[in-house]
């Protein structure tokens, strides 16, 4: 089993940047893919951004590349999410996700976290 509790949300006008975490315990998360995911009110979860178990590989949807960057610090068992130049289209909570493959299906996540609210004003 593998708990997952993000943090970092929050209002946040056009433009401006915020840094998501999602702290990650009971099995180690060097074992797993992590994903950040989103859903705003009305729509899908879609994926965000995924990254593998050592960083090197890394995926992001097409809406927030170049603005959006996944890491993760293994040693702490947690995830980021720094997220620039956000727009309000960014509006939607945002959760983290573990599985042991590398996939950017939600359906295919194992473990979720409970969300954080990202509000993005114009």
């Known amino acids: 089993q593998v708990q997952l509790v993000e943090s970092g949300g929050g209002l946040v006008q056009a433009g401006g940047s915020l840094r998501l975490s999602c702290a990650a315990s009971?099995?180690?998360?060097?074992?797993?893919?992590m994903g950040w995911f989103r859903q705003a009110p009305g729509k899908e979860r879609d994926v965000v951004a995924v990254i593998n178990w050592s960083g090197a590989s890394t995926s992001y949807a097409d809406s927030v590349k170049g603005r959006f960057t996944i890491s993760r610090d293994n040693a702490k068992n947690t995830v980021y999410l720094q997220m620039n130049s956000l727009k309000p289209e960014d509006t939607a909570v945002y959760y983290c996700?573990?599985?042991?493959?590398?996939?950017?299906?939600?359906?295919?996540?194992?473990?979720w976290g409970q969300g954080t609210q990202v509000t993005v004003s114009s």
């Open positions: 996700a573990a599985d042991q493959d590398f996939t950017i299906a939600s359906s295919e996540y194992d473990y």
């Open positions: 009971g099995r180690t998360m060097s074992w797993y893919t």
